[in-house]
């Protein structure tokens, strides 16, 4: 279902989107079950005339067993999505596949700055391209994301990847994700991080290996100074919007 409603563009999308739609599938039982019951009781046990009420202390053994036979069914759907939870907790968090290629994501008040290898590959090398609120990757590659934060906890969120990860300072997380949809999506800041936290949005280009490469081509006259200067422009804007 979620996938109707937001496209999946990560090879571990559709994994959390089962997730999703098996806990709303389970507690949309027990919803229309509930519902039900109270509906029938409202009108099987409606006031009539010359019937008396009953006083039901709820204590004995045949009332009781009822509450406990729901309470065990709820425990084991607990059980079932804890089970499927804990699969995809372990697939995005713990496992770290082989990287094809690695950038660095660094969030400040208020902007992401991206960190490219450039056409060697490698990071913190001469030909590092550095983007501020735009980064470009190409499909169907593992990537690993070296994550910070330079003043206050960000939260690096690409809805279309259903990746969201907490940036801490002093902290440098790794995480990964493999595009595998060309297009351009939303990335966002999902923790409140100041005043311009609601401007603090970034646009994902994912693109085939020679869009990628031209782009590289393209950027590389682009230099670490050019791109602080687009940072303090980003700033700059920031605090007149603060003002």
Excluded at 161 to 180: E, N, S, Y
Aim: charge should be negative.
């Amino acid at each position: 279902m979620m996938e109707h409603i937001i496209t999946e563009g990560s090879s571990y999308a559709a994994q959390i989107d089962h997730l999703i739609d098996l806990i709303f599938v389970i507690v949309g039982v027990w919803f229309l079950a509930a519902e039900g019951l109270l509906f029938y009781f409202i009108i099987k046990y409606r006031r009539k005339k010359e019937v008396k009420a009953g006083y039901v202390t709820g204590e004995s053994h045949q009332h009781t067993k009822w509450i406990h036979y729901a309470h065990y069914a709820v425990i084991l759907c607990d059980l079932f999505i804890l089970y499927f939870a804990v699969l995809a907790w372990h697939h995005v968090k713990q496992e770290l596949p082989q990287a094809e290629s690695t950038i660095r994501v660094v969030g400040e008040q208020w902007a992401w700055k991206f960190t490219d290898p450039g056409l060697d590959n490698e990071l913190d090398t001469a030909d590092d391209v550095t983007t501020i609120d735009e980064l470009h990757l190409v499909v169907n590659t593992v990537y690993h994301f070296k994550l910070e934060a330079k003043d206050v906890v960000h939260s690096f969120s690409i809805p279309v990847f259903r990746l969201k990860q907490d940036a801490i300072p002093g902290r440098v997380i790794t995480g990964w994700f493999l595009p595998t949809k060309v297009g351009e999506y939303d990335i966002q800041c999902t923790q409140m991080c100041g005043v311009g936290h609601g401007i603090m949005g970034a646009k994902l280009v994912v693109e085939t290996k020679e869009q990628h490469r031209a782009w590289l081509l393209q950027q590389m006259g682009r230099t670490a100074p050019t791109a602080s200067a687009q940072l303090d422009q980003v700033n700059a804007k920031n605090l007149i919007t603060k003002k």
